[in-house]
């Protein structure tokens, strides 16, 4: 059969050997990043089952925080798990518009409205806050190569400045799975940055997230992200800890992280650690009680 110049009887299976043997590889590598071991696995496990508790000791502390980058994906789940578990007495949302947010938000989530180009003229809106919060970013397709320079190299280290200044003891960002400073891609080289950026201004405590590919239905038109996720979704269903991660499984370990003491001053959660801070992976947690060892689900 020949359609124009396309002899499909030479063409299709040769397309569809190459597409098999893409998914066999992917699959392969997917396998592999999912049983992947993970690092620290009793001090992840026990902060995932021991968050209730950790919570409740932490609400008695009177702590308070600010969010950067709350409208965005990432922000707006974190926003929707520190309504549901309320661990700060006051929360102060950062940002560059003010949105209306819903009445069940409280009176401790107060939003600010700031101009990042100079956000050295606002240092008041960080007075006195301990704990922070940073999912700002954007993308080269969205705001440029500069632009997005701007916001997610810029913006982050210039306000954690002024917010370590003003009292900030603990300081947490969203990164990116992957980054590195000295990577050829730009994406990924200015989030390495970032992060080797921010360990030198001496936080008490820094607590760094690289999530996968974000697994969520954006209101804002990323067409070429949709496709990508949506590529991805079935994968994410049998891999669910290899590449992706949901925005909520995200915006869950950052407050289990928050409201756990450690004694690092300097932490790194890859995706799969972020999974289990979730509670999305099956290890052992340690019961003092009978000193064994007890599958768990958490």
């Known amino acids: 059969m020949q359609i124009l110049w396309f002899k499909c009887n030479e063409i299709i299976p040769g397309v569809l050997i190459a597409l098999i043997a893409i998914i066999l590889a992917l699959s392969g590598f997917l396998v592999s990043r999912e049983i992947q071991p993970l690092n620290d696995t009793d001090y992840l496990c026990n902060m995932a089952s021991n ?36 661990p700060f007495k006051k929360i102060v949302l950062i940002g560059r518009r003010i949105i209306d947010l819903d009445p069940d938000f409280g009176p401790e989530f107060e939003q600010k409205k700031v101009d990042f180009d100079n956000i050295t003229d606002y240092k008041e809106v960080f007075d006195g806050i301990d704990t922070g919060f ?3 970013g954007t993308t080269r397709g969205k705001s440029g190569s500069e632009g997005f320079v701007k916001v997610d190299h810029d913006y982050i280290l210039n306000s954690a400045e002024v917010a370590k200044e003003k009292g900030c003891k603990h300081f947490t960002l969203v990164s990116s799975q992957g980054a590195d400073k000295n990577a050829n891609l730009l994406y990924t080289r200015i989030k390495g940055q970032v992060e080797e950026e921010l360990k030198v201004m001496h936080f008490d405590r820094l607590s760094v997230f690289r999530p996968g590919v974000l697994m969520c239905d954006r209101e804002e038109s990323r067409p070429g992200e949709a496709f990508f996720r949506t590529v991805l979704k079935p994968f994410s269903y049998f891999f669910p800890t290899a590449i992706t991660t949901p925005t ?16 690092n001053t300097t932490e790194l959660f890859e995706n799969k650690a972020i999974h289990a801070l979730a509670g999305n992976v099956k290890c ?15």
Do not use: I, P, W
Request: hydrophobic share 35%; proline share 0%; glycine share 4%.
């Open 51 to 86: 968050s209730e508790t950790k919570l409740e000791e932490f609400k008695q502390e009177d702590h308070t925080a600010f969010v950067l980058g709350y409208t965005g994906e990432v922000g707006k789940e974190l926003l929707k798990e520190l309504k549901r578990t309320r």
């Open 134 to 136: 940073c999912c700002l």
């Open 248 to 263: 909520d499984v995200v915006a869950k370990a950052m407050v289990r992280v928050a409201v756990s003491k450690t004694e």
């Open 284 to 298: 052992k947690v340690k019961k003092k009680s009978t000193n064994t060892d007890a599958d768990q689900d958490l």
